[in-house]
């Protein structure tokens, strides 16, 4: 017998593509917002609040990625790198975009 943890469902989870394409708006939004504030646990929070919901986005490791981002983010903005938060919302949309279309490759997810 086959536990959940042995391997992936038999059926594809479904998402919209609206529901998709909202969860990177609400992710650029959350950096937009951290513009202004600079409060960066808050965009943490923010961001992994995101995150969870995306398709297997904890079990491909999506938090870490972004937690990645996010300090490579805040030694640009130390160093006084030009738009450190302009690219690093564009990574963190980027990399959830590759895990989505990782897993719709892999028959895993269907974007409806």
Not at 3 to 20: E, K, N, Y
Not at 39 to 50: E, I, K, P, T, Y
Not at 51 to 71: E, H, K, M, T, W
Not at 75 to 88: D, K, L, M, N, R
Request: proline share 4%; hydrophobic share 45%; charged share 20%.
């Amino acid at each position: 017998m086959l536990s959940a943890a042995t391997g992936p469902s038999t059926d594809p989870v479904v998402i919209s593509g609206r529901q998709f394409s909202g969860i990177i708006d609400d992710m650029q939004n959350d950096f937009e917002r951290f513009a202004g504030s600079q409060n960066l646990s808050r965009l943490r929070m923010q961001l992994q609040a995101d995150a969870v919901l995306i398709p297997f986005g904890r079990v491909d490791g999506l938090g870490v990625s972004i937690n990645r981002i996010l300090v490579n983010m805040r030694q640009e903005i130390a160093a006084g790198a030009p738009a450190p938060v302009i690219s690093a919302s564009n990574d963190v949309a980027a990399v959830t975009r590759a895990l989505v279309e990782a897993r719709i490759q892999a028959g895993d997810v269907i974007l409806d």
